[in-house]
């Protein structure tokens, strides 16, 4: 029967298709005996309709005139098989996507077969098919125009009364295939940016504006999905738990993007939907009743993640309104929004109640206690003001629902953990680059920039206000826009509040995170990592000026600062003295670029990531001989040298600051001095490089000396201590046959961190620690993926040399303490200038850099 169709003839030809259609045509039921010609006649026919659409427009007319569509929805009620199915969506995909006359296009679209098509009750228990049914829709939404899309509506009325298109696609809007997900969103976006009123009108329309709210409410559950994944990873961390969540993270500002093209196709009352939605879903239940920071059973997500969301919300959806009223809601105590949150979702719909009226039992009021607000006495000059900033913040219950949660968030940075610190940290920096956020607004919240208020006050000074500097700060025209918020919140959103800071102008507020900051700098348990955002935040509120520091404020920053510089100095005899420079002028370099950058350094997805471990976790492993009191010493005390390092940078760039100075590129620091005639450097003839293996040194002032790199194979070296400017080794060298007062390096180390011991028990044995040349923490190439450290474990950092008498080791110790006190007081006269705050220091020299550190290190293990 099927003889003919395999006979030679042209592929591309009107007879071909002719044939193909005919012989669909004929068949009467599609089996398992014919449905493989079916689905070969369904693919051809797509290529031939394809290839007539560019080269010949008779094979088009040939596909109208014989009512090949037809045939295709004939096919399709009298096929049993699925595959068939999935043949018959793909030719219509194929067809679609390819076709570029107009002509075709309106052809396709303007016969209910269509439609058919869209509404046909497939089989979807088939994951191929529904992947194959996807397409296909996508592939119509790709078409759409304002002319192609009134094909596809019915109108009743001179409204849309049914679009089968948009309706059909968003039932699969919230599939659990990501793929299928993507598709659909696609397809909206393709409907939405086509721009036809009726259409808009239609999809925010009821039922079928719903489906904003079913985006929010499917966008919430992912929330609290993410929340379970950043509480286990607290109690689990691991690799495994950081991709998870970056996952996740991908998945919710993937969500976040799409609300934002949402808005962009700029549909009437769409943005406003997506603003209601988010806050009475999410917002308002569920994000700020959890910014307190002691855990709460009842609530569904803790303040770690409630902070992330609201940064990325304020971040990605760019909506006025939207912007506005999160900001506005962070005057409300917590109380309000907590006891929003008690209220059971009904649909998706909220229900609203007086707040007042259902007060938990014991709470006496939201407001009129004034223990329990933040207070900030706001001196009328640049007087020192005796007010404790603990006072100010401290004294309140961070933990209490009578808090405003603009001053829930400064508790965070008095009171909270380094993850809550850095959070709150985000929300305002956040909040601040919020270009939808009316600047009257972060003036009342504290956080406008200086620059901004100086700008406001020339303009009233240019269209002649004659308010004084009073102006400025003065809450008058700040809090209209304010209070029409607040009053939204209360009308609109059903939130009944009393706002407690009535008197309080933003000035007050203004004080209230300048001490905040202050007291965060003046934390020894927050990293310095952290502090760097919290030092980006305040040169943002004050890019260069004193006035708004009081005397307390100074007083704490200075004696914040001179804490750290006693630990600081105390490197300078300590294990990384020779490293002590040149990280403080790479520290100093990359902290005034991080707090003078237009962005924070870090993404917000960074909140959620759990604390990454001590280096030495990574690089010593557990079967390693290391203890506290060998390598393992030296690792951890580079943790303490790193935190204090970058701390005590920040804390002089703040001096600077806090003095009214500009902020130089380069560290005050003195140049390098020549290294006098007499030091063993010199007499060693060594230049200016480190001792490498093979260099040729005289070692007339070395001790001869024995050493085991390895059991029972003992060698003779002549050791030298040797310092130059501030670097220093400990040296092992072979001499020379030939050339007796000469030797060749065949080991050096650092001479920092030796700390030289003569043996209790043997008096010619001298014990020196070996410690590493260079650090992970100063080597980029060594640091994967959020801080994850690659280098191999260290292996045993200790020598004992063997003199051939007491004499000799004596004197062996004592060229060593020696030298390591030139090289410490050389790191000393150079760092002097750092530490005089009182005397400005008129020109560091930037043309001599800092000495580096060897990048070799040369262990016994490697050695030969």
Known sequence: MWLPFWKSRDRFSIDELRY??????????????????????????????????????????????????????????????????????????????????????????????????????????????????????????????????????????????????????????????????????????????????????YVTSAPHADYFSNLVMFFRKQCISLNGLVSDALKNPGSDSISTILAAVDEIEDNLYYFSDVISAGIPDVGKLITDNILQLLIFPLLLPSLRIEAVNEIQIGAVASLYLICCILRIVKIKDLANTIAAALFFPLEAFRQISEVKLNGYMLGHGSIHDSQAQGNDSLIGVDGTHLRVNVPNSSSSSHIHPEVVICESDSTGSNLTLREALLSFLTSGDDVLVLGSLGVLATLLQTKELDES???????????????????????????????????????????????????????????????????????????????????????????????????????????EFNGHHLKLLKDSYRNCTIAIQQEIRGIWVDLLLTFLCDEWKMCKRAIEASAPRKEPKCILLPSQKSYSDDIIPAESSFTADR????????????????????????QI?????????????????????????????LDTSSPKPGTELRIVDAVPCRIAFERGKERHFSFLAISMGTSGWLVLAEVLPLKQQFGVVRVAAPLAGSNPRIDDKHSRWLHVRIRPSTLPFLDPAKSGAYGKVKTKALVDGRWTLAFRDEESCKSALSMILEEAKLQSNEVERRLKPLFDLEKPVESSNPSVSPPKASSSYITPSNLF
């Open 20 to 201: 193909l259609t005919e012989q669909l045509t004929k068949i009467q039921i599609v089996n398992e005996v014919n449905k493989d010609f079916v689905i070969e006649a369904l693919r051809s026919i797509a290529e031939l309709i394809t290839y007539g659409d560019q080269n010949d427009s008779s094979f088009f007319e040939f596909f109208m005139e014989n009512q090949v569509m037809g045939q295709f929805v004939r096919i399709l009620k009298i096929s049993r098989t699925m595959i068939v199915s999935l043949q018959l969506l793909q030719t219509m995909s194929i067809m679609i996507q390819n076709l570029k006359s107009e002509h075709a296009i309106y052809y396709m679209f303007s016969n209910e077969y269509m439609n058919y098509l869209i509404t046909y009750s497939f089989d979807f228990c088939h994951e191929e098919l529904l992947s194959y049914y996807i397409s296909f829709l996508r592939a119509i939404s790709g078409k759409l125009d304002k002319n192609t899309i009134s094909l596809l509506v019915k109108i009743q009325n001179d409204e849309v009364a049914s679009f089968p298109l948009y309706v059909e696609a968003i039932r699969f809007a919230f599939h659990e295939e990501t793929m299928v997900r993507t598709a659909v969103r696609a397809l909206t976006l393709n409907v939405y940016h086509v721009g036809d009123d009726c259409v808009n009108r």
């Open 441 to 547: 607004m972060l003036d009342a919240l504290g956080i406008l920039p200086q620059r901004k208020q100086h700008k406001k006050l020339l303009l009233q000074a240019l269209v002649g206000e004659d308010a004084g500097e009073e102006q400025l700060f003065s809450s008058e025209g700040i809090c209209c826009e304010l209070d029409s918020y607040l009053q939204k919140l209360k009308e609109q959103y059903g939130v009944l509040y009393s706002f407690p800071d009535e008197g309080a102008s933003p000035r007050a507020h203004r004080f209230q995170v300048l001490d905040a900051l202050v007291n965060l700098f003046c934390r020894s348990n927050i990293s310095a990592e952290t502090l760097w955002d919290g030092g980006w935040l305040l040169r943002q509120l004050l890019p260069y000026s004193e006035v």
């Open 631 to 654: 390598l393992g010493h030296f690792l951890v005390s580079s943790m303490t040298f790193k935190s204090f390092g970058k701390v005590f940078v920040l804390l002089h760039q703040l």
């Open 657 to 685: 600051f806090s003095l009214g100075r500009v902020l130089p590129d380069q560290p005050p620091i003195c140049a390098s001095a020549d290294v006098p005639e007499s030091f063993r450097a010199r007499t060693a003839g």
